[in-house]
């Protein structure tokens, strides 16, 4: 394959192990900021007539983006055939409809901005709420890679006896997946959302459960306050000091801390966003859309 790929500074050991994996050499890229804050950008690598696998994981976004359109821009310069991104958290997903007015709709102005600069873009679990899939809202071919079998392998070699907790209804569908992989039982707790940092949450009978390890799985840990207030009611009923499962880190202030206060034995989280609590590496599931679309 003529590619080669580009990474963001602080996506450079991911695009480093997407490298080493899709056996595509990875190109220094140069950056840095000047001292009003705008962002020099320089490609010392040769690009033309090459596919470009740009990788930036885009959590805090709002300062990755600028960065992000200039390295693409860069590498069209330079006579790059085609340029893709491989961003394996997708930002700007939340507000997916208008809820009062005025109010701008951000998933789409995001995925219109990013449409105009790049040819095609992979991702892991992005937040689809009321999208029916990525294409409702990119204008470029896109492969979602799920992180499930990734989690139920960790859990299935890591967990003792695993029982499966899902932290409300719209996750049951996701949560029955991961556990049918792992071999494990699962159950789905009811949840109601009192604001950005507020939830609610109620634990069904769980007493069979008793001799089992909980394992508390969500795709977005951010405020993590769903997955804190679900681990201080399974333990307040009797069950064993959870497990934390989480797909994208984005942990928010104290929100790591907070988990460990409520009773969680571990947490644990994919390496699409780079955080302390990476330990199930899902770059190993990206590689084959890339090879895909980056031909």
């Given at each position: 394959?003529n590619?080669i790929?580009?990474?963001l500074?602080?996506?450079?050991?991911?695009?480093r192990r997407?490298?080493?994996l899709?056996q595509?050499?990875?190109g220094?890229?140069e950056?840095?900021?000047?001292?009003d804050?705008e962002?020099?950008?320089r490609i010392?690598?040769?690009?033309e007539?090459?596919?470009i696998?740009?990788?930036?994981t885009?959590?805090r976004p709002d300062d990755?983006?600028?960065p992000?359109v200039?390295?693409a821009?860069a590498?069209r310069a330079?006579?790059a055939s085609r340029?893709g991104?491989?961003?394996p958290?997708?930002?700007?997903?939340?507000q997916?409809?208008?809820f009062?007015r005025?109010e701008?709709?951000?998933?789409?102005i995001?995925?219109g901005?990013l449409?105009?600069?790049?040819?095609w873009?992979?991702?892991v679990d992005?937040h689809?709420?009321?999208y029916r899939?990525?294409?409702d809202?990119?204008a470029?071919?896109n492969?979602?890679v799920?992180?499930?079998?990734?989690?139920?392998?960790w859990?299935?070699?890591?967990?003792?006896?695993?029982?499966?907790?899902?932290?409300?209804?719209?996750s049951?569908?996701?949560?029955?997946d991961v556990?049918?992989?792992?071999?494990a039982?699962?159950v789905?707790?009811?949840?109601?959302?009192?604001?950005?940092?507020v939830?609610?949450?109620s634990?069904?009978?769980?007493?069979?459960?008793?001799?089992q390890?909980?394992v508390?799985?969500?795709?977005?840990v951010?405020s993590?306050?769903t997955?804190?207030?679900t681990?201080?009611?399974?333990?307040a009923?009797?069950?064993r000091?959870?497990?934390c499962?989480?797909?994208?880190?984005?942990?928010?202030?104290?929100?790591?801390?907070?988990?460990?206060?409520?009773?969680?034995?571990q947490?644990?989280?994919?390496?699409s966003?780079?955080h302390?609590?990476?330990?199930i590496?899902?770059?190993?599931?990206l590689i084959?859309?890339i090879?895909?679309l980056?031909s």
């Amino acid at each position: 394959m003529n590619a080669i790929v580009l990474a963001l500074p602080e996506s450079e050991p991911l695009g480093r192990r997407v490298g080493d994996l899709a056996q595509i050499p990875l190109g220094v890229v140069e950056s840095r900021r000047f001292p009003d804050r705008e962002t020099y950008l320089r490609i010392d690598a040769q690009c033309e007539q090459k596919s470009i696998v740009l990788v930036c994981t885009l959590d805090r976004p709002d300062d990755k983006l600028l960065p992000l359109v200039f390295l693409a821009d860069a590498a069209r310069a330079l006579g790059a055939s085609r340029v893709g991104l491989v961003a394996p958290y997708l930002a700007y997903m939340r507000q997916d409809r208008r809820f009062q007015r005025g109010e701008a709709v951000t998933s789409r102005i995001f995925a219109g901005l990013l449409s105009r600069y790049v040819d095609w873009l992979v991702t892991v679990d992005p937040h689809l709420h009321r999208y029916r899939s990525l294409t409702d809202i990119y204008a470029v071919p896109n492969r979602i890679v799920h992180a499930a079998p990734a989690l139920a392998a960790w859990i299935a070699t890591h967990v003792d006896r695993p029982v499966l907790v899902g932290p409300d209804e719209e996750s049951e569908q996701w949560v029955k997946d991961v556990a049918s992989r792992a071999g494990a039982p699962y159950v789905v707790l009811r949840k109601t959302r009192r604001g950005d940092r507020v939830v609610d949450v109620s634990v069904p009978d769980v007493g069979c459960h008793r001799t089992q390890t909980p394992v508390v799985v969500d795709d977005i840990v951010s405020s993590a306050q769903t997955m804190v207030e679900t681990v201080k009611n399974l333990v307040a009923v009797g069950l064993r000091a959870p497990v934390c499962v989480g797909v994208h880190a984005l942990f928010s202030e104290n929100a790591e801390q907070a988990l460990r206060d409520a009773g969680a034995a571990q947490i644990v989280t994919t390496t699409s966003v780079p955080h302390a609590t990476n330990a199930i590496d899902i770059v190993p599931l990206l590689i084959p859309a890339i090879h895909e679309l980056a031909s």
